[in-house]
């Protein structure tokens, strides 16, 4: 039984929003935990279940809840990510209102200070998984939502070693991102985004113990990809104008 104060105040449902989002927040209700029903929560608040309702799709639209259907359905709590930043950027990329070149300028500051950090976090665990994540890019046959996930497992790796839980967050964000802008962008251009070999440099040196030359190898990598997205870019503007 969760001690929920009765909501008096004239925007109802923001407030059970409010309450609901703290308790979130403080893990009384962790990831993949279910709500308590609609009738419950509109007793607890005294509110009408119309109110809970409202904030239930508030919560829901601002990532902390998803809405499943049918016998086992209900609201569950959404383990936290930066999946609607990335969804909102890829809304202002879609309306000219940031650039390929504005994204990639992030991460060309941010990738190769998490590949310098990884390279001083490498432990058989991460060694292994770092080098089988290699081995697996680029799978023969594979569509492009399957070859860009199988591209992105080393630099989640590696966001995950920097030993840093904000940057990781933001890199996991940028790669959405950019993973994003390349479905959108890849039917104009038919060349590869991201050729392979691309991160062996950066494995490389992240396993053999060099943070510079992760970061320089990170730094390079980044810039190929950018040159890469520009052109695929330019020809998506020009397609769009027609």
């Keep these: 039984m969760h001690n929920f104060k009765p909501v008096k105040q004239p925007r109802i449902s923001d407030a059970v929003f409010r309450q609901l989002k703290q308790s979130i927040l403080s893990n009384d209700f962790k990831a993949g935990d279910k709500l308590p029903p609609e009738r419950v929560l509109s007793e607890q608040f005294q509110v009408s279940r119309v109110a809970v309702r409202e904030a239930i799709r508030a ?24 999946e609607q930043l990335a969804n909102a950027c890829l809304d202002l990329f879609l309306a000219d209102k940031i650039s390929v070149h504005e994204l990639f300028h992030v991460r060309m500051l941010i ?3 998490v590949a310098r950090l990884a390279t001083l976090n490498v432990n058989d665990e991460y060694r ?4 089988r994540a290699y081995e697996a890019e680029h799978p023969p046959g594979a569509s492009l939502l399957e070859d860009l996930t199988s591209t992105t497992k080393v630099h ?9 839980r904000f940057l990781e967050a933001l890199v996991n964000s940028l790669l959405k991102l950019s993973g994003k802008i390349i479905e959108e962008l890849r039917p104009s251009f038919p060349s590869p985004i991201h050729p392979p070999g691309l991160h062996r440099p950066v494995v490389e040196a ?8 992760a970061a320089e190898a990170m730094k390079n990598h980044a810039e190929i990809t950018y040159d890469n997205l520009v052109r695929i870019e330019k020809l998506y503007r020009e397609r769009e104008k027609t």
């Design 59 to 82: 919560l829901e639209s601002a990532g902390f809840l998803m809405t499943l259907q049918g016998a086992s359905g209900g609201a569950y709590v959404t383990d936290l990510t930066f």
């Design 128 to 131: 292994e998984r770092l080098q």
């Design 156 to 164: 989640f790796i590696l966001a995950e070693m920097c030993g840093n």
């Design 111 to 113: 990738e190769p200070e």
């Design 206 to 213: 992240v396993l053999s113990g060099d943070p510079e030359a």
